[in-house]
């Protein structure tokens, strides 16, 4: 499988810009007062990131951070001694703590990103990943939908890594398809990405929350119509069956470009699904789509549905011989398909 790999990044030439935009910041004594973390190596300021434009690569520690990855807040990075390549989180430090203790909640697991080092300057913590391959929204888009075999294969690993945050207490709440990226070329294996807008629950409490926060494609008709608090893990459970829908029809089962109109249809709760779905994805979706939230599928019963049963242990398929075709015009919903851009995120306070 052929597959468009990012530009071989040029170190000699980042070196050189770098040398000429960047000066490292000195405390009134000439000592350079940055420090790196959790990692025992010698001081070394990260030079803060350029305002200017176009963006100048800058040194941080042994990496070279380069421009934004696209569709993405993190920049990509190298190994100034391995010509590694990583992608470099950027926050303030006193946004540091609340990003990473979703991370240092959880043990390492396959389908959830790792953090592989932690720079921390007078003013900005840098935090770094492996890198990436491009993300599942853009491989939905780019496929228009995915057969049903191939989506199987890839929403097992997202139910996988949002089970081992509900297990560990971290809330997801931005749960969306661009939030999981692949981990190799091929595109078969998946990874969320960053645990960005997580909530890390204390121990034994409950799942409550009461912030309306979240990707108005994504969000449930709970959070839209409550007035207390709903439950966390419920919420992502309805947003894990935006994602399995928008896998396998190629766009989203609520969907508007006027907010108002878009959580109006939420909250009614009614959506169709193609005839060349199978029952068991169907049931699935069904089941994950409900209004009701103690009446959705849990995430500890999400991977017993009878859907995952359908790839044998060989790993063949029995939906290999259905062949799912459009049903429809594709002219008449344009506006249906999974957009370029993603639908505004934040606070859906504002648009209620």
């Not at 990131?49 to 040194?59: H, I, R, V």
């Not at 996988?160 to 070329?185: M, N, S, T, W």
């Not at 608090?229 to 609520?254: E, H, M, N, Q």
């Amino acid at each position: 499988m052929n597959v468009a790999r990012p530009p071989r990044l040029n170190l000699h030439h980042a070196r050189l810009k770098q040398e000429q935009s960047f000066d490292k910041p000195q405390d009134k004594g000439g000592i350079y007062s940055g420090s790196l973390s959790p990692n025992l190596q010698p001081p070394t300021p990260p030079a803060l990131l350029s305002t200017q434009e176009p963006f100048a690569a800058c040194a941080v520690g042994n990496y070279i951070l380069f421009e934004q990855s696209d569709g993405t807040t993190l920049y990509r990075c190298v190994d100034a001694k391995t010509d590694d390549e990583y992608v470099c989180k950027v926050v303030p430090n006193e946004k540091y703590q609340k990003t990473v203790a979703g991370h240092f909640r959880l043990d390492v697991h396959p389908n959830i990103n790792q953090i592989e080092q932690v720079l921390i300057g007078e003013t900005r913590s840098y935090i770094i990943f492996s890198r990436s391959y491009g993300d599942l929204h853009s491989y939905v888009r780019n496929k228009r939908r995915l057969r049903e075999q191939e989506a199987l294969r890839l929403f097992r690993q997202v139910v996988q890594a949002v089970q081992a945050c509900h297990e560990a207490g971290v809330i997801l709440r931005d749960l969306k398809l661009r939030k999981f990226v692949f981990k190799d070329p091929e595109r078969t294996q998946l990874k969320l990405e960053t645990l960005d807008d997580a909530v890390v629950l204390n121990e034994g409490s409950n799942d409550h929350l009461s912030d309306k926060h979240g990707c108005p494609a994504y969000v449930s008709p709970e959070i839209l119509t409550t007035s207390g608090s709903y439950s966390g893990r419920a919420a992502d459970c309805w947003s894990l069956g935006v994602i399995l829908y928008t896998l396998l029809v190629g766009r989203y089962p609520f969907h508007d470009t006027d907010h108002n109109a878009l959580f109006g249809k939420i909250c009614r709760g009614k959506f169709s699904i193609p005839d060349t779905m199978s029952s068991r994805a169907k049931c699935l979706i069904r089941s994950l789509l409900r209004k009701d939230p103690t009446e959705r599928l849990a995430i500890d019963d999400v991977l017993q549905h009878p859907w995952f049963s359908l790839v044998s242990r060989e790993g063949a398929s029995c939906l290999d011989s259905q062949l799912h075709t459009h049903n429809g015009d594709d002219s008449k919903a344009l506006d249906q398909t999974v957009p370029d851009l993603a639908v505004p995120e934040g606070s859906i306070s504002s648009f209620i």
